[in-house]
T-cell receptor, first 116, second 116 residues
Framework: DAGITQSPRHKVTETGTPVTLRCHQT?????MYWYRQDPGHGLRLIHY???????DKGEVSDGYSVSRSKTEDFLLTLESATSSQTSVYFC???????????????FGPGTRLTVL | AQSVTQLGSHVSVSEGALVLLRCNYS??????LFWYVQYPNQGLQLLLK??????LVKGINGFEAEFKKSETSFHLTKPSAHMSDAAEYFC??????????????FGQGTTLQVKP
């Protein structure tokens, strides 16, 4: 299994509070991603990173920010949590291109976030 | 823009019966296509991937999928369902070019139920 951990695994918070989720990898992979999973929507990309301090927005980035100061850590921050951000959040990593094709992504175990 | 449609949010089969999970994609460039499986309260695990080599792709646990460009489809099959196959399955597409960042667009997911 790819070395990906997410913390916390479960969190309950109140509307308006800041929340930071952490993704940590031991694979030294270049690319890291944050997705959210909601029933009927599959997984949707929030933000991704293609190197230290290099990040970009995904499909559903409003209300979220990210930071990557080290290769192994990718942080997702909800500046002021809302009930619509109640979801399961997954981190994924990939080494990138190899042999002309993009490697598959490996997923962490997920963080279940509830915003009351 | 790329998109993925999985036909049928729930599929139910009897143990030993054929499994067929449907996936259609839309992409303006040659795609990379993936099938992932998610067991309850776990992250996603790669079943198989298509990256422009053989159109019939074999994956883990006896699953396979065929890339059909003319039908823009990448359906997942398994000849004989096992109880342990009960899970949620996701089809995903990524741009198949060297300039992409590996971002995945997921379908809505299909829950497979296997009846004894």
């Amino acid at each position: 299994d790819a070395g990906i951990t997410q913390s916390p695994r479960h969190k309950v918070t109140e509307t308006g509070t800041p929340v930071t989720l952490r993704c940590h990898q031991t694979e030294n992979h270049r690319y890291m991603y944050w997705y959210r999973q909601d029933p009927g929507h599959g997984l949707r990309l929030i933000h991704y990173s293609y190197g230290v301090k290099d990040t970009d927005k995904g499909e559903v980035s409003d209300g979220y920010s990210v930071s990557r100061s080290k290769t192994e850590d990718f942080l997702l921050t909800l500046e002021s949590a809302t009930s619509s951000q109640t979801s399961v959040y997954f981190c994924a990593i990939t080494a990138g291109l190899a042999g002309g094709s993009f490697n598959e992504q490996f997923f962490g175990p997920g963080t279940r976030l509830t915003v009351l | 823009a790329q998109s993925v449609t999985q036909l049928g949010s729930h599929v139910s089969v009897s143990e030993g019966a054929l499994v067929l999970l449907r996936c259609n994609y839309s992409s303006s460039v040659p795609p990379y296509l993936f099938w992932y499986v998610q067991y309850p309260n776990q992250g996603l695990q790669l079943l198989l991937k298509y990256t422009s080599a053989a159109t019939l792709v074999k994956g883990i646990n006896g699953f396979e999928a065929e890339f059909k460009k003319s039908e823009t489809s990448f359906h997942l099959t398994k000849p004989s369902a096992h109880m342990s196959d009960a899970a949620e399955y996701f089809c995903a597409v990524s741009e198949g070019s060297s300039s992409n960042t590996g971002k995945l667009i997921f379908g809505q997911g299909t829950t497979l139920q296997v009846k004894p």
